[in-house]
């Protein structure tokens, strides 16, 4: 009798054991019997389903949580924000990227398929990751706590970027609307070749370069001709009124795999993203100046902001497997290209002796292209060898071309406006900022020792690796501003929307005309960032209860800022050289087979955000101006961990956190007097150092617990608390204390640190009668007040109050093709405020304790996919 073994893939959402059954398979009289003694059932897990995750969660020895294709297709997520959104002590704040564990976005790193990945914003730390689709992404992982494969630039999080790995073939066609209920249909104003196909697809920027004129010069005065200043602008000051149209998005994706030789697999995926988004503010953007004595409003203007967003992606992935190796080629595009029209009505540096109201607008595109080209590659060498290397070359830019800035008097007909010719009336800004090349490279080898025996592992592991990245940044910063030529011909009433055809008649009579008004000595700088570093990780595992992770890494960083002084025709090169050695230890003990105990502490660094650091002053028309600090130095972070985590079932999961942290140097933003005397400006500060401890709670139950027929039904929460207190450097305290005040200060917190945060998901989840899915989720989302700038001259702080986020998603599987999600988002349409705090040295006399406020509608989405 013959003995046959068959091997069954059967795909399990949580085994990966194998079980062996015997059973006895009879065959037709045509054919001879064959008896099969032994159907070994091998389990084929799906690495990024909920469950697995969760596992994977519960066996790490590091503090790693991570959101997979599974859970991103439930909720209904579109980006890796919103992804990331999702997990314990993270919330997104208006324009200023993500928060962990309460300490705003520069504390945080990104990296994509574990190699670092640069800003493509000198305004953020990482890229703005609602940029990033999901239909590329196959797993989101989340690190809180250091290891020292990771970049030294750790003290929030580290985001990995895990791209699609191609299990199976498939295409997939999605279109998506979305209907705000403060913008859609509603009056809108955009420029008018944002508002065009060359718009749509972001190349409306090269009607906004600098003039031949002066491009690719030396700035030098440079005075225009009255038919240069008509003729050599392509872009005018006119704006179009319309109708907002519903947001829109529209994706395709499509991921082929083929069988190369015996054991071979060779996948390749494209997808390509496009979408649009409008967007109207309304509200208060105010400024508040101290006189010593007592503090008023230097600005009290309303702020009405029309935003119409394009975002466009491409990636193009080659995958290759064999066996125990693996290769993979990535190309990432992402273009953002936001064209906004900001109109300020109202007084500023105090200029309330104006009969009328002023009127000034700014007219500014931000426009980003970030192209990332990365190769790595993994090769197991039987069971205990391990090699990994890697490498990317990102090409990014920033630029602001041709921001305009015009101001005047509202006259008493409507839509109509004064103009004066000159003293900063007309302006148009240039800003650049290059990363033509951006390396980014990583090598590492493990080895397991010892024997393994019955037991699960290996009980050591050794692991030595290298990774670093160098990149430069050329950035560039140009004024054109109109020249008054003839005063007695210095003023013009014009229609608001509509003065160029005025501005032309002016400049052919001779009344004025266009001068660059550009510093020849300071308009450009170069920043030049090496980071080279070496680790070495020791895992020790003495039992299947104990996990002991200790490691050491060797961090050599330079910065070279490179600019010139004003007044001075030379370069100066401003150079740090450091070495940073990075210790770090994690421990794990199992104490059951549903619950964990770890502790980790280590040692990280925090590099400051580009613009925090550029020698530049950023101009704003509300003449809230930002003032690089370039002898800002990184800060120096000393973190500790204790958690507690236990798993009821495979799906359930409750934690507490403690944490606690020292900063030394934090980096903080700050108000500081205006060098041009009017108001103030923001600057960015070093503390002398900055203390942290709280706790996170974590749950996430099935409500069957509580009620039986409650078992369609979970909740997720998480919640974090957290006391800070600063202890300010020898600057702040100059900036901070009234004039002639010498007593002491009060204890604050760390600026941009919240108090407290806390995330909700409800999930109603079931399949039909066709065992097709179906899913809804209500997310909350909500921070306590923070500092948003620390507050100068006696003056009190501004504070970011509270803005509660809930959004509801519905997810459903039509058919084995289609699926539609519907979406009601920001359901609260809660008030962003920002507003200045009443505890200050120096007391208020102001019509209003509001800085900056509005809301942003209520958003209602539908998309549909189809897939094949």
């Known amino acids: 009798m013959n003995c046959i073994k068959v091997n069954v893939a059967v795909l399990f959402l949580i085994s990966s054991s194998s079980v062996v059954y015997s059973q006895e398979l009879r065959k037709d009289s045509v054919q001879k019997e064959r008896n099969i003694s032994e159907v070994i059932i091998r389990a084929v897990e799906n690495k990024k389903s909920e469950t697995a995750l969760l596992l994977d969660q519960k066996k790490a020895i590091i503090q790693k949580q991570s959101i997979g294709s599974e859970e991103i297709t439930r909720k209904g997520i579109s980006n890796v924000e919103q992804g990331l959104l999702k997990v314990t002590g993270i919330s997104a704040v208006e324009g200023r990227g993500l928060f962990v564990r309460g300490l705003e976005e520069r504390y945080n790193t990104l990296l994509i398929n574990s190699l670092g990945s640069p800003s493509n914003n000198p305004f953020q730390k990482i890229i703005a990751l609602k940029q990033f689709p999901t239909d590329v992404v196959g797993k989101l992982n989340i690190y809180k706590t250091f290891n020292t494969n990771l970049y ?68 030098s005065n440079y005075d225009f001709t009255p038919d240069q200043s008509i003729n050599s602008f392509k872009d005018g000051w006119n704006v179009d009124q319309i109708k907002a149209l519903p947001n829109t998005n529209i994706g395709f994706t499509t991921a082929q795999k083929f069988k190369v030789g015996e054991t071979g697999h060779l996948g390749m995926l494209l997808s390509l993203n496009q979408g649009t988004k409008y967007e109207t503010k309304d509200g208060n953007k105010n400024q508040f100046i101290s006189f010593q004595t007592v503090g008023k409003m230097n600005n009290d203007l309303n702020r009405k902001e029309y935003s119409y967003e394009l975002e466009s992606s491409a990636m193009v992935g080659i995958g290759f497997k064999n066996k125990d190796l693996n290769v993979g080629l990535n190309a990432i595009f992402l273009q953002n290209a936001t064209n906004t029209i900001s109109d300020f009505v109202g007084y500023r540096n105090q200029q309330v002796q104006d009969a009328n109201k002023r009127f000034f607008r700014v007219d500014q595109l931000d426009i980003s292209k970030f192209l990332d080209v990365q190769l790595w590659a993994s090769q197991k060498i039987g069971e205990r060898h391990l090699f990994k290397v890697g490498g990317s070359w990102v090409k990014n830019n920033f630029q602001q071309p041709d921001r305009k800035i015009s101001e005047g008097l509202l006259t008493e007909n409507p839509n109509e406006l004064e103009v004066t010719f000159g003293g900063n009336n007309l302006i148009r800004q240039y800003l650049d900022v290059d990363g033509n090349n951006y390396f980014s490279g990583l090598a590492e080898y493990s080895v397991l020792l010892g024997e393994k025996g019955v037991r699960e592992s290996y009980p050591w592991q050794i692991t030595l690796g290298y990774n670093g990245f160098a990149d430069h940044r050329s950035n560039s910063y140009r004024f054109i501003a109109a020249s008054l030529d003839n005063v007695l011909d210095r003023s013009a009433v014009v229609n608001i929307d509509r003065p160029q055809s005025v501005y032309d008649d002016y400049l052919r009579k001779g009344s004025f005309h266009f001068k660059e008004d550009t510093n020849e000595s300071d308009y450009r700088s170069n920043l030049y960032q090496f980071v080279n570093a070496g680790y070495l990780n020791l895992n020790f595992k003495p039992n299947d209860t104990w996990d002991i992770l200790v490691g050491g890494r060797v961090e050599n960083n330079i910065n070279i800022t490179r600019y010139k002084k004003q007044g001075n025709a030379r370069f100066v090169n401003l150079e740090r050289n450091q070495y940073f050695i990075l210790p770090s230890l994690a421990v794990k003990k199992v104490l059951t087979e549903k619950s964990n105990i770890r502790f980790a502490a280590s040692k990280t660094i925090t590099r400051p955000i580009l613009i925090e650091y550029m020698p530049i002053i950023y101009i704003n028309p509300d003449n809230e101006n930002i003032l ?122 760390l600026q941009g640190a919240a108090p407290w945060m806390v995330n909700a998901d409800l999930k109603y989840g079931f399949k039909n009668r066709q065992n097709l899915p179906q899913t809804a989720s209500l997310i909350y989302n909500v921070s306590g007040s923070k500092i948003f700038s620390v507050g100068t001259s006696g003056l009190d702080h501004i504070y970011e109050r509270p803005f509660h986020q809930l959004d509801l998603v519905y997810n459903t599987q039509l058919t084995k093709n289609w699926n539609v999600k519907l979406g009601v988002l920001n359901l609260l349409d809660n008030n962003y405020l920002l507003e200045i705090g009443d505890e200050g040295f120096t007391p208020l006399d102001v019509r209003t304790d509001i800085h900056t406020n509005y809301t942003r509608g209520v958003t209602f989405n539908f998309t549909a996919g189809y897939t094949f």
């Open 628 to 749: 690089g600090n370039k002898d800002l130095k990184n800060s120096e972070n000393y973190n500790i961990d204790l958690k507690y985590e236990i798993f009821p079932t495979n799906r359930e999961l409750f934690a507490v956190n403690l944490f606690g942290k020292k900063i030394d140097n934090a980096i903080e933003r700050s108000y500081t007097a205006s060098g041009n005397s009017n108001g103030t400006a923001i600057t960015f500060f070093n503390a002398k150092n900055a203390l942290l401890a709280g706790i996170e709670l974590e749950g996430i139950v099935s409500l069957s617990r509580i009620l039986e027929n409650l078992d369609r039904w979970s909740l997720g929460t998480n919640a974090t608390f957290m006391y800070s207190k600063v202890e300010r450097s020898a600057d702040q305290l100059i900036q901070e204390r009234p004039l002639n005040f010498t007593g002491k200060l009060k204890d604050r917190k």
């Open 152 to 219: 030294a630039d750790f003290a929030g999080a580290t985001f990995d970027i895990e791209t699609l790995t191609i299990d199976r073939a498939f295409s997939k066609v999605e279109f998506g609307m979305g209907f705000n209920t403060q913008s859609t249909f509603k009056n809108f104003k955009v420029n008018p070749n944002a508002y065009s196909m060359n718009g749509y697809l972001g190349l409306n920027s090269r009607y906004r370069e600098l003039p031949d004129e002066v491009k690719n010069y030396v700035p």
